[in-house]
């Protein structure tokens, strides 16, 4: 009999689920995907959610034992309460989702954090920070999001929000951003930032596609633009390092894929830390996920539950 996790993974336009093997595998036939967005109302939100986790439910093996749910959401979250705002959901501010998962799963646990600490559970897992217990994840793509292990555990912080570095200010920068900060690493470098600062500078296309294309073309205004995402990124990663003493920054997203030397552009600010060796000796790599990192993630809020502490 094998054991799974029942994974959930909210994003601003979907919602998957998937059963989650303790090997890390998700089971045949058990992934499912509905619709979420900002068009959609607060019932028809519940009602995807509903039914994706229903039906990874009816796909459980009778063979099999579940051992309890994984939520990862987009931020933020109350920890403590269960509850999510994601911000491009805008009328889900403090929903109940844990609840709701708690009233269709009624005998297993219920564990919520935010999609990036998953992320880098499922980095720490099975990606490129195996073995690693100073991690950092990120995912740099419409958004710019990010999750903490350190000393071989999760951090969640006091309400689940721990490890926002899309929204940690970047020195040099000033880019208005919606949370009310300025030059905050989303604000910068995301891929629709990244994208819209090249179009400043004469750049005629709209997608980070395009902008990958005239990158590898030789644009001019594609490549200032991804090497000033790339300063900024950079720049964030050697602060966070400052702070918590990182060993390793694995990147995925859309936009991390954008060029392979948007990972020199981030190294370089790194590496002007020259009094500090243990700033400049934290590794910054791509992902060793596939898509399956968010539902591996949901799923080792369950499976190694060990590495996180109960908020
Ligand atoms: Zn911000």
Same mark, same amino acid.
């Given at each position: 009999?094998?054991?799974?996790? &029942?994974?959930?993974?909210?994003?601003?336009?979907?919602?998957?689920?998937? &059963?989650v093997?303790?090997?890390?595998?998700?089971?045949p036939?058990?992934?499912?995907?509905?619709?979420?967005?900002?068009?959609?109302?607060?019932?028809?939100l519940?009602?995807?959610?509903?039914?994706?986790?229903?039906d990874?439910?009816?796909?459980?093996p009778?063979?099999?034992?579940l &051992?309890?749910?994984?939520?990862?959401?987009?931020?933020?979250?109350?920890?403590?309460?269960?509850?999510?705002?994601?911000?491009?959901?805008?009328?889900?501010?403090?929903?109940p989702?844990?609840?709701?998962?708690?009233?269709?799963?009624?005998?297993?646990?219920?564990?919520?954090?935010?999609d990036?600490?998953?992320?880098?559970?499922?980095?720490?897992?099975?990606?490129?920070?195996?073995?690693?217990d100073?991690?950092?994840?990120?995912?740099?793509?419409?958004?710019?999001?990010g999750?903490?292990?350190?000393?071989?555990?999760?951090?969640?912080?006091a309400?689940?929000?721990a490890g926002?570095?899309?929204?940690?200010?970047?020195?040099g920068?000033?880019?208005?951003?919606?949370c009310?900060?300025?030059?905050?690493?989303?604000?910068?470098?995301?891929?629709?930032?990244?994208v819209?600062?090249?179009?400043?500078?004469g750049?005629?296309?709209?997608?980070?596609?395009?902008?990958?294309?005239?990158?590898?073309?030789?644009?001019?205004?594609?490549?200032?633009?991804?090497?000033?995402?790339?300063?900024?990124?950079?720049?964030?990663?050697a602060s966070?390092?400052?702070?918590?003493d &990182?060993?390793?920054?694995?990147?995925?997203?859309?936009?991390?894929h954008?060029?392979?030397?948007l990972?020199?552009?981030?190294?370089?600010?790194?590496?002007?830390?020259?009094?500090?060796?243990?700033?400049?000796?934290v590794?910054?790599?791509p992902?060793?996920?596939?898509?399956?990192?968010?539902?591996?993630?949901?799923?080792?809020?369950?499976?190694?539950?060990e590495?996180?502490?109960?908020?």
């Amino acid at each position: 009999m094998s054991a799974v996790a &029942l994974a959930l993974d909210l994003g601003g336009t979907k919602v998957e689920s998937g &059963l989650v093997t303790a090997d890390g595998e998700i089971l045949p036939g058990t992934r499912f995907r509905q619709p979420t967005g900002p068009s959609r109302s607060s019932d028809e939100l519940a009602a995807s959610v509903d039914a994706a986790a229903r039906d990874a439910l009816a796909a459980l093996p009778p063979d099999a034992e579940l &051992l309890g749910v994984g939520i990862g959401a987009a931020g933020p979250i109350g920890v403590r309460e269960g509850t999510v705002s994601p911000l491009n959901l805008a009328v889900w501010r403090g929903y109940p989702l844990r609840a709701q998962l708690e009233s269709i799963v009624p005998d297993v646990p219920v564990t919520l954090r935010m999609d990036g600490l998953c992320i880098t559970l499922a980095e720490h897992w099975r990606g490129a920070a195996r073995g690693v217990d100073n991690v950092m994840g990120m995912i740099v793509s419409t958004g710019v999001g990010g999750g903490l292990i350190l000393g071989g555990r999760t951090v969640a912080g006091a309400s689940g929000n721990a490890g926002h570095i899309g929204h940690v200010e970047v020195a040099g920068f000033d880019d208005p951003c919606p949370c009310g900060g300025h030059g905050c690493l989303e604000a910068i470098a995301s891929g629709p930032h990244t994208v819209a600062w090249a179009r400043t500078r004469g750049f005629r296309g709209t997608t980070g596609e395009e902008l990958a294309a005239a990158y590898a073309a030789g644009e001019e205004a594609a490549i200032l633009a991804v090497r000033r995402s790339g300063l900024a990124i950079g720049r964030a990663i050697a602060s966070a390092t400052s702070l918590v003493d &990182l060993e390793i920054v694995a990147i995925g997203g859309g936009f991390s894929h954008v060029t392979p030397e948007l990972f020199d552009f981030i190294r370089e600010p790194i590496a002007e830390r020259v009094e500090f060796d243990y700033i400049r000796a934290v590794r910054v790599v791509p992902s060793g996920l596939s898509g399956d990192g968010p539902l591996l993630g949901a799923a080792a809020l369950v499976h190694r539950s060990e590495l996180v502490p109960s908020a």
